[in-house]
């Protein structure tokens, strides 16, 4: 850079103020160079996942420590974790099946605190449903305490969020290498000969929630997806807000959203979606979620109960919805009920349906409340059902801040309408 000064010898007010401002200029100008110079290159926006690689059957390695009756155990090749290669544990098992036939099968995705369960293996093997399900964490299914699984050797990242992994590469981050479990383990399930692979779905609890949320937009091989509480928006409100984002440096906050959030990756989701969640979850609040289902691009069905329990086993793993989804996609079932439309006039609130099996009863849910999502006391009132208009309706009581209606089919299976917020305060 150069500037002609000659002009400035002549006497004329100002001057001295004049060359003064030019060498502050020319100081900060230099300054900034150097700065530039030494920073360390901007981190990508966001992160992508090599899909051929990952659609590669990975191999396996026996596990007869781990099997249990009726129940595979074994490791597959995992993603390389600071370059080492890395073997993850599974429990697979199989239905009986007529000689020539090939079932339809299930990814399952553990949350925080679990592991590999030969449980919900069994549990969708009885659903006539072939299904696999793989630790996440590095991990066997032994109890060290009573919340941690033994780690083997040969395991990736400890979990769970990787909230302190982020200054590290983000293959080496526990959600890039969780992704990449499930994406080999769903590459592996579709290969063995008795399960179709055209006929495969992905349901996940929690933090195997917010991952299911992420491997619906990256792996389009699945027919459909069932996130259990989990979803993305964690950084505008989730249970870590507090306890972890608020914590964090702006910029290191905004580099883990950036990655790992799976608003991100919602987007390119198209594949059928059913959402489970509590009103009262404490760590997916209602206002997070529904911004969540909201982004993703496919038919959505939403399971809304007053005060779901927050857990695995019978809590996240069972509700009847799951499988009646799973049915209708993969296996020709009776679908769940869908929502055509909803709206208020006034105080007047309704919602329109279709469903195959008929409507038994619907209920207005609605809180008085404002504030934190986890506090919030709901209540439930009867709804009006004309079933032969397929509508619902309902004057919502004074103060009600927030309702939804259920629609409660004669199988007892629930679907929900949106939410909607009539006051935050």
Known sequence: MSIDVRGLARPWPGRAALCGLLMILLG????????????????????????????????????????????????????????RATRVFAYY?????????????????????GTAFDRWVKLWNSRGYAAISMDLCGCVPVREM????????????????????I????????????????LLGHSLLRSFPEV??????????????????IVAGVDSRFR????????????????????????????????????WDPSVYLGQAHM?????????????????????YRTAHGPRTLCLRVRMPHGHGPAGENPAEIQAFADSILQQGVPLAKIIGQGRDGRQAWATFESNSPIKRAELNFTLDVGTWKERVWKTEPAGLDSVQHRVSANLPEGAKVYYFNLIDARDLAVSTEHEVLADR
């Open 28 to 83: 900060r100008w230099a300054a900034a160079q150097e700065t530039a110079s030494q920073r360390p290159p901007a981190k990508p926006a966001s992160v992508s996942w090599d899909l051929a690689a990952l659609s590669t059957v990975p191999r396996t390695y026996p596990a007869p420590e781990f099997t249990t009756p009726e129940v595979r155990a074994f490791f597959y090749d995992g993603p390389k974790f600071q370059g």
């Open 93 to 113: 098992g199989v239905p009986k099946l007529p000689a020539g036939q090939r079932a339809p099968a299930m990814v399952l995705v553990h949350g925080g605190g």
């Open 146 to 165: 009573p919340k941690k699984w033994k780690r083997h050797p040969n395991g990736g990242p400890p979990g769970w969020g990787g909230f302190e992994q």
């Open 167 to 182: 200054e590290q590469p983000a293959e080496d981050q526990w959600t890039y290498q969780a992704v990449s479990d499930i």
């Open 196 to 213: 179709d692979p055209e006929r495969t779905g992905v349901t996940g609890i929690s933090w195997g929630g917010y991952l299911t949320s």
């Open 224 to 259: 459909f997806a069932v996130p259990v509480y989990g979803c993305g928006f964690l950084g505008d409100n989730s249970g870590w807000v507090p306890t972890v984002f608020d914590r964090m440096a702006p910029s290191v906050r905004d580099q883990w959203l950036a990655w």
């Open 272 to 292: 059928p979606m059913l959402w489970v969640n509590g009103t009262n979850d404490v760590h997916y609040p209602m206002d997070s979620w529904q911004k969540s």
